[in-house]
């Protein structure tokens, strides 16, 4: 079985820049999907970044789309969320997660069709 395991979270201040990472162990194939979802206490879970297999293509929530980047380094297998000018908006449990093989476009922002999650970690932005 896939697991997934989430690192690199803390505390930054507004306009400050954090690196998440993901590593993933168990047999995986290189097709899969990997995307990062974030829930803040009393919200909904939101989409934020997803990458396909070989990293050809990437996709990005509204909230987030020029600030942060996701990338995968399969050699390791660990993925990225880099995330520039932090806002207390983006205050959140961020996880990874994974999709065994690919997602059509649509449905990459919905967590319902990942396979795997990892545990979280916490990210806070204070102003």
């Known amino acids: 079985q896939v697991q997934l395991a989430e690192s690199g979270g803390g505390l930054v201040q507004a306009g400050g820049s954090l690196r998440l990472s993901c590593v993933v162990s168990g047999h995986t194939s290189r097709d899969y999907t990997a995307g990062w979802f974030r829930q803040a206490p009393g919200k909904e879970r939101e989409f934020v970044a997803a990458?396909?297999?070989?990293?050809?293509?990437?996709y990005y929530g509204d909230s987030v789309k020029g600030r942060f980047t996701i990338s995968r380094d399969n050699a390791k297998n660990t993925g990225y969320l880099q995330m520039n000018s932090l806002k207390p908006d983006d205050t959140a449990v961020y996880y990874c997660?994974?999709?065994?093989?690919?997602?059509?476009?649509?449905?990459?922002?919905?967590?319902?069709?990942?396979?795997?999650w990892g545990q979280g970690t916490q990210v806070t932005v204070s102003s």
């Open positions: 997660a994974h999709h065994n093989r690919r997602l059509i476009v649509s449905s990459l922002h919905n967590g319902a069709y990942y396979d795997y």
């Open positions: 990458i396909r297999g070989n990293g050809g293509g990437t």
